[in-house]
């Protein structure tokens, strides 16, 4: 029932703000189809937390510890973003960036998109999976080229065609998937592509098949969290396309193209019985680290700076699944959790910091803080948050990470320590400018939505220290049904 | 007829057809002609599914059959037609490594592809095992197409050219994907096409011109960016 509220929520959502048009209360709307998502998303945690997991519609459907809690997480940043976006777009329709009908189309997807994130989390089929994550970069393309400029419609024909190829990669994974599926438990047809079923007997499938699977699994979703090396699409995406969108795509859809990963390696760990997977998660993920972090420097955008620091805390989250085992599984769930609520909040303030001075280019926006004490804090913290200073969440994930890794995989530690200190520097250098100094800002005729940025980094704060104990529970269930190490 | 059934035979000369086309999208220049060859491909692929439908019995493959003709062969090359006219966009640019240079890369690319496919190959109990190869062979020789062509629309033909092969190799080693997400698969596709439609529309409406090279600011440190 809550599933069926869940998933039905966005897309009614979707139609209803697609037909209805550009209408004065649309973003109203659009926060109360949100609304109406996370309270659904709610229940339907509680539930399972209450009952262990749960198989609905000829199971294909399944959610257990693990997906569930990203389900909570991406309806609650759905819904904030939803918040932010109303006066953010209206200040972008006044300042002649978008037109009625952009917004339009810009509603009824941002509804779409959440939904097809949502049937990606929850679905158990690996074949609907693959369905729900190829929607999702659809239903976003056109987002990204909203504004219409040369600079948004490259980046929209990068994420298209990197994203394509990418996924057509998954495809063929999981077409290898099925084939070694068909071959262990016989021609069963729809529920060959089961993940409960496959998890079942995923002792008895093909390795070698399995190997080969992972490999294109791992690049094609890989490709959708911004892994590198197939990583190009996502600064450009996150910086051309109109901030809300950025918000949600770096907080959530990174985390759900994880999400997939981290199911497909569950399997073929499973078969293959040895460290493989692990080491090309690793591998993958320490690449993503270093090469962000060098890359940092060179940017001269607000939005593409933060959307490298996401290829980076991609990369770490990949790192620590590589890792395995119930510590560095723990760490990385949490580390998913604290990097969304902070980097959506991060977007937030920034969005409106370029919104006030006019530009995305940091040379140009400087001096927040006197104008708006709230946006300039809200910068500051949020980068400091994600920097990984110690009150915030995000420090108590990446020191669990890296003293796991100390132990586990000594060689790599001086590696991420140095990646840190190297992204502190440049992130660091570059927003203390901008936050202080004289002004160069200018007022809004919308007064922006800051509550957005101050309960996800109040969350984020409370997060680093002090869990709750239920939720420290639900964590480390996530993090045994994943397994490894 | 030495052993080898009929149907089988045909269904051999179809993946054979299926890599020839790969190859002759790879020489093509003229738009117009890379979707006509697409549209071959998709009744190819449409032969080589009934063929296998007959042969297996397999109901759900007929129902697969009706979706690459819809589809492939029929609503797809229409739309990319019209896309063709409306846009005036007949000549792809030279490619960026010439054409018998492609080929060369193409015949790498086909030994690879059968060598990945071995161990597959091997393990498959479907009558046609030996297609796999061909299937990951046409799936790389799209892959090299998207890499090697200029203009947008030749990378979209490369796109779908891979798509076919996907689903050939699905065909080949499992008799098709559960048709649940036969039909998820088919649906992206469509949407896919559409999208790049308006995106079309959009790129022309911003360059005059659908060549890829205007869509190369984007540098690592960032282009010059427009002001708000």
């Known amino acids: ?485 | 007829m030495s052993g080898v059934p009929l149907t089988l035979q045909l269904l051999n000369f179809c993946a054979a057809l299926l890599l020839l086309l790969s190859f002759a999208m790879l020489s093509q220049r003229r738009v117009v002609n890379l979707v006509n060859l697409l549209a071959v491909q998709g009744s190819v692929l449409l032969l080589a599914t009934l063929l296998l439908a007959v042969r297996t019995g397999q109901h759900h493959l007929y129902l697969s059959a009706g979706l690459t003709l819809g589809l492939k062969v029929i609503l797809l090359p229409t739309l990319l037609h019209r896309l063709i006219r409306r846009l005036g966009v007949y000549w792809d640019a030279e490619p960026l490594l010439n054409i018998s240079g492609t080929m060369l890369v193409g015949v790498l690319v086909v030994v690879f592809a059968f060598g990945l496919a071995q161990p597959i190959s091997q393990l498959a109990s479907t009558a046609t095992r030996n297609a796999i190869g061909i299937a990951v062979a046409v799936v790389l020789l799209s892959f090299l197409m998207m890499i090697t062509r200029r203009k947008a629309m030749s990378q979209v033909v490369g796109f779908l050219s891979m798509e076919n092969g996907l689903f050939f190799g699905a065909m080949s080693a499992t008799y098709g994907m559960p048709m649940i997400v036969e039909f998820g698969v088919a649906l992206d596709v469509l949407v896919a096409v559409l999208v790049l439609g308006i995106f079309f529309f959009q790129i022309r409406e911003q360059f005059d011109s659908l060549d890829l090279h205007h869509l190369e600011a984007l540098k690592e440190e960032g282009a010059p960016r427009r002001e708000t």
């Not at chain 1, 008895?204 to 990583?231: C, N």
């Not at chain 1, 996150?238 to 399997?267: D, M």
């Not at chain 1, 599984?329 to 409106?352: C, D, E, P, R």
């Not at chain 1, 992130?427 to 100094?437: A, D, L």
Request: proline letters at 5%; a positive charge.
């Open chain 1, 1 to 485: 029932m809550e599933l069926l509220i869940l998933l039905a929520a966005p897309l009614t959502g979707a139609l209803t703000l697609g037909l209805l048009g550009a209408r004065r209360f649309a973003p109203e709307l659009n926060v109360g189809f949100s609304v109406v998502t996370f309270l659904a998303a709610g229940a339907l945690a509680v539930r399972v937390v209450a009952e262990g997991h749960l198989v609905v519609a000829h199971e294909q459907f399944f959610i257990d510890a693990f997906n569930v809690f990203l389900v909570a997480l991406t309806a609650f940043v759905g819904l904030t973003t939803a918040i932010f976006s109303r006066p953010y777009m209206r200040v972008e329709m006044e300042h002649g960036r978008v037109r009625a009908a952009q917004l339009r189309l810009y509603h009824s997807m941002y509804q779409l998109f959440m939904s097809t994130m949502l049937v990606a989390l929850t679905t158990n089929n690996m074949g609907l999976l693959w369905v729900a994550m190829e929607a999702a970069t659809l239903s976003t393309v056109l987002l990204v080229t909203l504004y219409r400029t040369p600079a948004s419609l490259e980046a929209g024909w990068k994420y298209f065609i990197l994203c394509g190829v990418g996924i057509a990669q998954a495809l063929f994974g999981t077409i290898l998937l099925y084939f070694a599926a068909e071959h262990a438990i016989g021609a069963e047809g729809v529920s060959a592509l089961l993940w409960t079923h496959l998890n079942s007997v995923k002792g008895q499938l093909e390795p070698a098949v399995l190997g080969l699977a992972f490999v294109f699994l791992l690049v094609g979703y890989g490709t959708k969290a911004g892994l590198a090396p197939l990583h190009n699409w996502l600064p450009d995406a996150h910086a051309e396309g109109p901030t809300p969108i950025s918000a949600v795509l770096s907080g959530l859809l990174l985390n759900v193209a994880i999400y997939a990963v981290v199911r497909c390696k569950i399997l073929v760990e499973g078969s293959l019985h040895s460290a493989l997977p692990s080491k090309m998660l690793m591998g993958f993920g320490l690449l993503s680290v270093v090469l962000a972090v060098f890359l940092l420097w060179r940017q001269r955008d607000i939005k593409r700076l933060f959307a490298y620091s996401s290829i980076e805390h991609m990369g770490i989250i990949t790192f620590a699944f590589g890792m395995g085992g119930p510590v560095a599984n723990f760490a990385a769930l949490l580390h998913m959790t604290v990097h969304s609520l902070t980097k959506s909040a991060i977007f937030f303030a920034a969005g409106h910091a370029a919104q006030k001075a006019g530009s995305q280019l940091m040379d140009q926006i400087r001096g927040l803080i006197t104008l708006s004490p709230t946006i300039g804090w809200g910068l500051m913290m949020g980068s400091l948050a994600i920097l990984g200073l110690p009150p915030f969440g995000v420090f108590a994930s990446e020191f669990l990470i890296l003293t796991t890794a100390m132990r586990e995989q000594p060689w790599a530690t001086p590696i991420l320590l140095a990646a840190l200190g190297v992204a502190f520097a440049a992130i660091f250098g570059r927003v203390q400018p901008m936050v202080f100094g004289e002004t160069t800002a200018k007022r809004l005729p919308h007064p922006p939505a800051l509550l957005p940025v101050f309960v996800h980094l109040a969350l984020v704060l409370g997060l680093g220290l002090y869990i709750p104990p239920y939720l420290a529970d639900w964590y480390r269930a996530a993090a045994r049904l994943i397994g490894g190490g």
